[in-house]
């Protein structure tokens, strides 16, 4: 990037800014500055694809970014770290902010609008809490462990679907349970867009990008692998009948490796994410994990049942 475009996104021009043309991409940080100009690019019969994310992008999100450029939609990235989702105040403040770099990857996938509000464009002091009714789901794994945070995953969701409009919307199946609440926040909500989930990237030896892989390190990472190896024996060993022991013995094999803590490693109905303790053969499982390694939290799902 060269310099006289590096500084059009200094803090200072971008304060005073509420949109900028960055060649190909434009970047809206005013809800009705986007507005106007998807009403505009609707008159001309575009498709919109969605893809939300927190930022520190990796090639996670830029493969959904990709999944909606190649089926030749106009392809909206918003860049928001949603406050009302964090259940942990650190989790909140350390949540890594690579926003230059995030521009770039941007524009090398030829993204065309870039949405970064602030807090208070998100939610105005008159901004309205709901409460979404998400039922069992939301007292499973993450639910469970992370209270309200499908909660606030739903209002910003909700918010920027209702601000964006798109006709779809692209969301990486790492995040498993999230895929879930969504679809059910786009039922119980009424709202047309039509939800497209994106396969997990990984890393070389198997871990599951993530913007918190950030945090940790060099040997970390190395370690940071167990997790999917662990998800990936349970496949290899599972069979029809009691399977409650593979869930506790994969605990045991993490903190073995060296996470030092494991919130849960669940087999679960792919469906309801109801846990399963006994297995007809038939019924269609997922495998998903949640872990501490130096205080970074890890998450990871397969499928047990599918190829
Ligand atoms: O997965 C994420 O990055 C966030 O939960 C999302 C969907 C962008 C909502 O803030």
């Known amino acids: 990037m060269s310099g006289q475009r590096y500084e059009k996104y200094s803090d200072e021009h971008f304060l005073t800014k509420t949109a900028l043309n960055l060649g190909q991409m434009i970047l809206?940080?005013?809800?009705?500055?986007?507005?106007?100009?998807?009403?505009?690019?609707?008159?001309?019969?575009?498709?919109?694809?969605?893809?939300?994310?927190?930022?520190?992008?990796?090639?996670?999100?830029?493969?959904?970014?990709?999944?909606?450029?190649?089926?030749?939609?106009?392809?909206?990235?918003s860049i928001f770290v949603n406050p009302t989702q964090f259940n942990d105040p650190s989790d909140y403040q350390q949540y890594p902010i690579t926003i230059e770099q995030d521009i770039r990857l941007l524009e090398q996938e030829n993204c065309d609008v870039l949405f970064m509000p602030d807090v208070q464009e998100i939610y105005p002091p008159d901004h309205q809490k709901k409460q979404y009714r998400l039922g069992q789901l939301e007292l499973y794994l993450e639910g469970k462990y992370r209270p309200g945070h499908f909660q606030g995953v739903c209002e910003v969701v909700d918010r920027l679907l209702d601000i964006v409009e798109p006709d779809l919307l692209f969301l990486g199946r790492k995040d498993y349970q999230q895929c879930m609440v969504i679809a059910e926040l786009i039922?119980?909500?009424?709202?047309?867009?039509?939800?497209?989930?994106?396969?997990?990237?990984?890393?070389?030896?198997?871990?599951?990008?993530?913007?918190?892989?950030?945090?940790?390190?060099?040997?970390?990472?190395?370690?940071?692998i167990?997790?999917?190896?662990?998800?990936?024996?349970?496949?290899?060993?599972?069979?029809?009948?009691e399977?409650?022991?593979?869930?506790?013995?994969?605990?045991?094999?993490?903190?073995?490796?060296?996470?030092?803590?494991?919130?849960?490693?669940?087999?679960?109905?792919?469906?309801?994410?109801?846990?399963?303790?006994?297995?007809?053969?038939?019924?269609?499982?997922?495998?998903?994990?949640?872990?501490?390694?130096?205080?970074?939290?890890?998450?990871?799902?397969?499928?047990?049942?599918?190829?």
């Open 28 to 77: 809206f940080k005013r809800i009705n500055d986007l507005k106007k100009y998807i009403i505009d690019s609707r008159e001309a019969n575009t498709t919109i694809g969605f893809v939300p994310t927190m930022g520190a992008l990796h090639a996670g999100h830029l493969s959904l970014i990709r999944a909606s450029k190649n089926s030749g939609y106009l392809t909206v990235c």
């Open 187 to 224: 039922r119980l909500t009424g709202k047309s867009t039509r939800l497209e989930i994106v396969p997990t990237m990984r890393e070389p030896g198997g871990l599951a990008m993530s913007s918190r892989n950030l945090r940790l390190s060099e040997a970390d990472r190395k370690r940071a």
């Open 226 to 241: 167990a997790i999917y190896q662990t998800l990936q024996k349970i496949k290899t060993v599972i069979r029809p009948g």
């Open 243 to 307: 399977i409650n022991q593979l869930s506790k013995e994969a605990s045991a094999t993490l903190l073995e490796a060296g996470f030092s803590k494991v919130d849960y490693v669940s087999i679960a109905h792919a469906h309801s994410l109801a846990p399963v303790e006994y297995w007809d053969g038939k019924t269609p499982l997922v495998a998903l994990a949640a872990a501490f390694l130096s205080g970074v939290r890890l998450i990871d799902n397969i499928s047990l049942t599918e190829d």
